[in-house]
């Protein structure tokens, strides 16, 4: 089945550092999502990637789909605390219903 | 506010007993989603709703799980006869159509 290689498995930053994660697939995806969750918490949509080579922001977030449709990327810029969390990506088939995610990036953000 | 919701957050049970969790979409969503999360992996997909109508079934909903969705509103996840290894995190998602699944809180399920 689907698999979907995230890395780093985790990241040790400094508050004000930039932060880069990404994504890569074995197959074809149409749409990638990028998220985050919270210890006890459900994912929280942060960026939607819906047509390959797009590069999408969302206040300092910034996430590109890859233009061979198998990888995606996640920028931080400027980290703060509240930015600790771990971060999924997840991919769409075309008129799939499912979502694949990857297994998550654990930020930590030393103040 | 009219996000999903899931109820309960929590639950604790002896093994063997069963269990049924409740999912409200967000309201003109058609689709609905169960997934399952265990500590230190993403969501693996368990099965998903169009309207009322059960699309797909992953290999991970075992004879045990069995999942409603009567009239096209809420859903009921209900495991039977529950072992240790259900232990996990049962996520709920909409959407619309194909759209952005958007996840509720999540029930936390402890089984002893």
């Known amino acids: 089945g689907q698999q979907l290689n995230q890395s780093p498995q985790s990241m040790f930053i400094q508050e004000g550092e930039d932060v880069s994660m990404n994504c890569t697939s074995s197959s074809i995806f149409n749409t990638w999502l990028w998220y985050k969750q919270d210890p006890g918490e459900g994912p929280v949509l942060l960026i939607a990637?819906?047509?390959?080579?797009e590069l999408t922001s969302n206040g300092r977030l910034t996430a590109q789909f890859g233009i061979t449709r198998k990888d995606s990327f996640l920028n931080i810029s400027a980290s703060i605390p509240s930015d600790v969390g771990i971060y999924f990506c997840?991919?769409?088939?075309?008129?799939?219903?499912?979502?694949?995610f990857g297994d998550g990036t654990t930020l930590t953000v030393k103040p | 506010d009219t996000g999903v919701s899931q109820n309960p957050r929590h639950k604790i049970t002896k093994r063997g007993q069963n269990v049924t969790f409740r999912c409200d979409p967000i309201?003109?969503?058609?689709?609905l989603y169960w997934y399952r999360q265990t500590l230190g992996q993403g969501p693996e997909f368990l099965t998903y709703?169009?309207?009322?109508?059960?699309?797909?079934k992953s290999r991970l909903l075992s004879d045990r799980f069995s999942a409603e969705r009567p009239k096209g509103s809420f859903s009921t996840l209900e495991i039977q006869r529950t072992e240790q290894g259900d232990s996990a995190m049962y996520l709920c998602?909409?959407?619309?159509?194909?759209?952005?699944?958007?996840f509720g809180p999540g029930t936390r399920l402890t089984v002893l």
């Open positions: 998602a909409s959407s619309l159509l194909v759209d952005t699944q958007y």
């Open positions: 309201s003109e969503h058609n689709r």
């Open positions: 709703f169009q309207n009322e109508a059960q699309l797909e």
């Open positions: 990637l819906y047509k390959a080579g």
């Open positions: 997840a991919g769409q088939e075309q008129n799939a219903g499912k979502s694949t």
